[in-house]
């Protein structure tokens, strides 16, 4: 009782308030993000291949389903200026209407993942033990099968469609999440500033998503932006095996296996989607690392 | 003496790590880092506690604190069992019972401003809130020798000593009655060192705190402690009153950790006692007393029997030469 009333005396005794002009969590936030080149092109790029895909209707100089036999494979020219595919379809628009596809199937089956293996990696990686037995335990069977099978498992018990191929996906590519998360948790929890906040009284849930999750971030964000390449390449996967995205829905990775039998008389049918999925990559990975950086106060 | 004075009781606590290994596994041995340590602390006095490195002190302190779990013992503070305390009951116990740590670059979150650091355990206690916790933070900044405008920066834009004062800070925002000092000197320059220990004096006045002060030599506890611990592998061999200790150690190894403190006068007559070997293993200690292989004074008894931990006038100690 003593001490209380000594601090307070302390307090009086001290009494004035120090005003500092600052300005709020958000502003400094986005004043750092505007100071990331790498994270404001990465933001760049993924507006415009937003834009694509929402305007997609408007920008497309063709149909995309749309066949023209006669001028099938021809290469880019005028008139069409990324060539046409096998069908005589135009692949700038089938691009365009493709990025409505594929950027959804893309940050949808890696937030999903992220979700569950953020979660069930933490578990494992703080508890320890049995927990840790049984998470990883399972994580290794599902890493233990090749993924598009394990895909494919999944998609026969939800049925087809794209909603399904994403699902199917984004559960398949949890173990990668949950392991990467694990190791970082098991070597973070050993700080002594997580000791520290337990000290002062900080229950579990709080110990692991304020104290120890921030300091995971880094090899998260690095890794979640590999998984969008890989969860839109695996769609494309699920549909040449006739689930998940099918023709002629335009969509990049249909598109690269569909021209992959006349990749030596006609390139460009190909290139154009690769390139597709390695821009918005790209952007991802640009995006991330920014943010990486600018959520990183010690880079301050 | 009444059991009222005792803030903290600490009776023949344990603790042994199990070392697993072999083809499944199971346990071949066990680390007896805190092997039967006992000692009291009344309210706003200190106990030092010193050994060397892997005596088993900072492992103590943690299990004061019930940040390990206790193997076998007893901890009493204010005469409840933090051995037996549920959640609710744990909680309530942080808030009386802090620590500062060793490493000031290992203990402070670098995702967290240090106004968030020092404002987080009075949002755990219900300890103020809004424009006061606010202000809270800036009046602990400035008792601790910091300015309010530090309470925005990070934990990376401060120096060793600086870090420990946030550090601080932090386990003064619940104003608890024991605080736990874990070496909080021993990872900073020696010009910082005694700023700190006259900042943990000042406070220790002002805030009736009690200190369980840590460290590896005599030379940073002397000055503070009321009373003095000194641990020798995971067993204490000499408790007393600190000055009485200095002046007339009984333990050969108190001994030699006094013959250890520099001397101010460069003419004194140096009479150093340096021990031979190292430390033996915890996880495989000597028979008999434990400090046998090393001590300068030992006689035939000391290798098979082991000395009790007795009271001698106002003096524990643990050594069969002291009658």
Redesign the interface.
Same mark, same amino acid.
């Not at chain 1, 000791?195 to 900080?202: L, P």
């Given at each position: 009782m003593?001490?209380?009333i000594?601090?307070k005396k302390? !307090?009086k005794a001290?009494g004035h308030?120090?005003v500092?002009k600052?300005k709020g969590p958000f502003a400094e936030f986005v004043e750092r993000f505007m100071k990331s080149r790498s994270a404001v092109i990465g933001l760049g790029i993924l507006i415009v291949l937003i834009c694509c895909a929402v305007f997609a209707p408007i920008l497309a100089p063709y149909n995309p389903y749309e066949s023209n036999l006669p001028i099938a494979l021809q290469a880019p020219s005028a008139e069409h200026i990324l060539g046409v595919d096998e069908l005589g379809r135009d692949i700038f628009s089938r691009i365009l209407y493709g990025a409505q596809v594929s950027l959804v199937v893309g940050v949808e089956a890696v937030t999903l993942a992220l979700f569950f293996g953020i979660l069930l990696g933490a578990l494992a990686g703080f508890y320890g033990g049995k927990v840790d037995t049984a998470i990883m335990g399972v994580m290794d069977v599902m890493l233990s099968f090749p993924s598009i099978l394990l895909a494919l498992a999944f998609m026969t018990v939800l049925g087809r469609g794209i909603d399904k191929a994403v699902i199917a996906i984004g559960i398949v590519s949890i173990p990668q999440y949950a392991r990467i998360v694990r190791g970082s948790v098991l070597s973070v929890k050993e700080?002594?500033?997580v000791?520290?906040?337990?000290? !002062?009284?900080?229950n579990d849930r709080?110990l692991i998503f304020v104290?120890i999750l921030?300091?995971v971030l880094a090899p998260i964000i690095v890794r979640s932006t590999i998984g969008i390449s890989e969860a839109i390449l695996e769609a494309a996967a699920l549909g040449f095996l006739g689930l998940g995205v099918m023709p002629p829905t335009a969509e990049w990775g249909t598109m690269l296996g569909a021209g992959r039998q006349t990749i030596f008389n006609a390139p460009h049918i190909v290139t154009f989607p690769g390139l597709a999925i390695t821009l918005t990559v790209m952007a991802f990975n640009l995006l991330g690392d920014g943010l990486r950086d600018v959520l990183?106060?010690?880079l301050? | 003496m009444s059991k009222e004075e005792h803030l903290l009781t600490v009776r023949n606590l344990k603790k042994h790590f199990p070392i697993r290994g072999g083809l499944f596994g199971g346990q071949i041995g066990t680390v007896q880092a805190v092997d039967g340590v006992s000692f009291t602390i009344k309210h706003g006095q200190t106990l030092g506690l010193v050994g060397e490195s892997g005596c088993g002190k900072s492992t103590t302190g943690?299990l004061v604190?019930r940040?390990l779990e206790m193997t076998a013992g007893q901890v009493l503070f204010q005469g409840q069992d933090v051995g037996q305390m549920k959640k609710q009951e744990l909680?309530d116990f942080?808030?009386h019972a802090?620590?500062i740590?060793q490493?000031p670059y290992?203990?402070?979150?670098?995702?967290m401003?240090v106004g968030d650091i020092i404002a987080?355990?009075m949002m755990?206690?219900d300890i103020a809130s809004g424009i006061e916790r606010t202000?809270?933070v800036?009046?602990l900044l400035? *008792?601790v020798g910091l300015g309010?405008?530090h309470a925005?920066r990070?934990p990376?834009e401060f120096s060793g000593g600086q870090r420990q004062r946030i550090?601080i800070a932090?386990a003064?925002? *619940?104003?608890p009655?024991l605080i736990v000092c874990d070496e909080p000197v021993s990872a900073l320059d020696v010009s910082i060192q005694s700023q700190i220990l006259n900042l943990l004096v000042d406070l220790q006045q002002?805030?009736?705190?009690a200190y369980l002060f840590i460290a590896h030599g005599l030379n940073a506890v002397k000055h503070i402690s009321d009373e003095i611990g000194v641990m020798y592998l995971g067993k204490m061999v000499e408790l007393g009153e600190g000055d009485e200790l200095i002046l007339n150690p009984l333990h050969p190894y108190t001994k030699t950790l006094i013959s250890a403190i520099p001397q101010p006068h460069p003419g004194a007559k140096k009479n150093r006692i340096i021990l031979q070997g190292d430390v033996p293993s915890p996880a495989n200690p000597p028979s008999g007393c434990r400090f046998h292989t090393r001590c300068p004074e030992q006689i035939a008894i000391c290798s098979q029997e082991e000395p009790e931990f007795r009271q001698v006038q106002s003096r524990f100690v643990a050594c069969h030469l002291v009658k």
């Open positions: 003593e001490a209380n000594e601090v302390q !307090i001290n308030v120090h500092d600052v700080n002594v500033y000791t520290a906040a337990r000290a !002062i009284g900080n709080r104290h921030p300091n990183d106060p010690r301050k | 943690m604190l940040l909680r942080r808030r802090q620590i740590f490493d290992a203990s402070l979150n670098p995702r401003s987080e355990p755990l206690h202000k809270k800036e009046d400035k *008792v309010p405008h925005r990070y990376h550090g932090r003064l925002a *619940v104003q009655k002002e805030l009736g705190l």
